[in-house]
């Protein structure tokens, strides 16, 4: 079985670009959720979409935006980039509807912004 | 809001000891669940083991085990008999049983793990 998959491995850009990242889940989960791992501050949850919407979503600005599409795969976009938002991108997916909700996660993106 | 906290920056075990990796948690939930989390240097975070709060028996996969003190608010991971392949970050992570952030992970700061040969 094919594990959560992320591309692009690498992206640099400059401030002010726009940045997009894909995640493709486990076949058969409908979940996709996005952290971000930034030197110094940990693992910060993004965003939660479930069933093409978006369920929930944690302390970012909305220049932080995504979207889940019919076969469950999502991007992360983050427009007008800022020197903090260099960082791992982490995507995970699950079946909601399980007892633990296990997230899997796919190895990331790493996004240099200069 | 939920905290988690992990105190021990970085352990280091000699290969085959045993080792205990710290961590607490900050809830109003009664339930919810918690997992330990291993990130190793290609970066890909894997469970290595979960627990429910309603249960009291304390969760085992293999050479992992955990304490689970819920009123103590305590998630303690046991690694024995250490292998070198044990070695990489470790996260403690809340999530609760439902509500909103029914979906949200939130992770402590990560504990980094060196096994000696």
Redesign the interface.
């Known amino acids: 079985e094919a594990g959560v998959t992320q591309s692009p491995t690498h992206l640099i850009k400059t401030r002010g670009q726009q940045a997009t990242l894909r995640c493709s889940p486990i076949s058969g989960h409908t979940s996709v959720y996005w952290y971000q791992q930034a030197l110094g501050l940990g693992l910060q949850f993004l965003l939660w979409y479930d069933e093409g919407e978006e369920r929930n979503r944690g302390n970012f600005p909305p220049r932080f935006s995504g979207r889940q599409f019919p076969n469950y795969s999502s991007e992360l976009n983050v427009n007008a980039l800022e020197l903090e938002d260099s960082a791992l991108y982490l995507c995970a997916s699950s079946i909601p509807g399980l007892a633990y909700n296990e997230q899997f996660f796919g190895p990331g993106t790493r996004l240099t912004v200069l | 809001a939920q905290t988690v906290t992990q105190s021990q920056p970085e352990m280091s075990v000699q290969e085959a000891e045993t080792v205990t990796l710290s961590c607490t948690y900050d809830t109003s939930e009664s339930d919810y669940?918690l997992?330990w989390?291993k990130q190793p240097p290609?970066?890909?975070?894997?469970?290595v083991i979960?627990q429910?709060a309603y249960k009291q028996q304390n969760a085992t996969e293999n050479r992992f085990s955990v304490n689970f003190q819920k009123a103590a608010k305590s998630f303690s991971l046991k690694i024995s008999d250490s292998q070198l392949g044990d070695a990489a970050m470790y996260?403690c992570a809340y999530?609760n049983a439902g509500g909103?952030?029914?979906?949200?992970?939130?992770?402590?700061?990560?504990t980094i793990l060196t096994v000696h040969p």
Do not use: V
């Open positions: 669940y997992f989390y290609s970066r890909q975070m894997i469970l979960r429910e996260f999530r909103t952030s029914y979906g949200k992970l939130t992770f402590g700061q990560g």
